[in-house]
């Protein structure tokens, strides 16, 4: 039986590309941050939120793929979903959970750094508007993250080295990790806080942006291999 598009190693690549992209311009976001450079704070949430557009692709793709995967029949053969489904209704599914609640993520990350261009006066439109998102965004991404790794190892934990495959879905969940702990300290609180508090979250969103492009050189890299090897 022919492979749909979405069953390539090509399509998990081109997934992988966008989160590999949307990294970059997270790390960068956050190492301007963290630098005296000539960029204002508005033209530096701009580059955050050029960032959660890849990731919001890359989400949605790889949600599409999870949504259509294949299903088993009574005779224990895989047979294809019998209609295309965007978002899908996979509960049962660990791959399915894992990606819907990252597609989610993408969408909150959207709003938190569109939000943040031109951020409120005050500390509580600040929270209101770019911290919830955000944190919204950052416990989906731990969800999806620690689903993932509990589907790719079979169990709540598994330590497994050798394995490319689980390496990315370690990383990535370390990853959604420093996401969650920069979420935590980007709260803006009524009185001014230390300078400091900033800095670690810059650092914890730079940290989180390797780990996700680590973890999708690591798809990529496996993708293409899938290919050579299937082209053989």
């Not at 790889?62 to 294809?80: K, L, V």
């Not at 944190?135 to 080295?161: E, K, Q």
């Amino acid at each position: 039986m022919a492979l749909r598009f979405w069953q390539s190693p090509g399509y998990d690549a081109g997934t992988a590309g966008f989160f590999a992209v949307g990294s970059l311009l997270f790390m960068l976001g956050a190492a301007l941050s963290l630098v005296t450079n000539p960029l204002t704070g508005t033209q530096i949430a701009i580059v955050f939120f050029l960032g959660s557009i890849p990731f919001t692709i890359g989400g949605f793709l790889q949600n599409f793929q999870a949504a259509n995967a294949t299903d088993p029949s009574p005779a224990g053969e895989h047979r294809p979903a019998r209609r295309v489904r965007l978002v899908g209704w996979r509960p049962g599914s660990l791959t399915w959970l894992s990606s819907v609640t990252q597609f989610a993520g993408t969408v909150a990350f959207n709003v938190n750094t569109f939000d943040a261009i031109y951020p409120g006066i005050g500390w509580y439109d600040r929270d209101v508007t770019i911290w919830v998102p955000g944190m919204i965004g950052s416990v989906l991404f731990l969800i999806s993250g620690y689903t993932a790794f509990v589907a790719t190892s079979h169990g709540a934990w598994s330590w497994r080295p050798a394995s490319r495959d689980w390496w990315s879905v370690a990383v990535n969940l370390l990853g959604c990790i420093f996401f969650m702990t920069a979420a935590v300290t980007a709260f803006v609180p009524p009185e001014r806080a230390p300078a400091w508090i900033a800095a670690v979250a810059n650092i914890h969103l730079w940290l989180g942006g390797a780990c996700f492009l680590i973890a999708a050189l690591l798809t990529i890299v496996g993708s293409l291999s899938d290919r050579r090897g299937g082209a053989g």
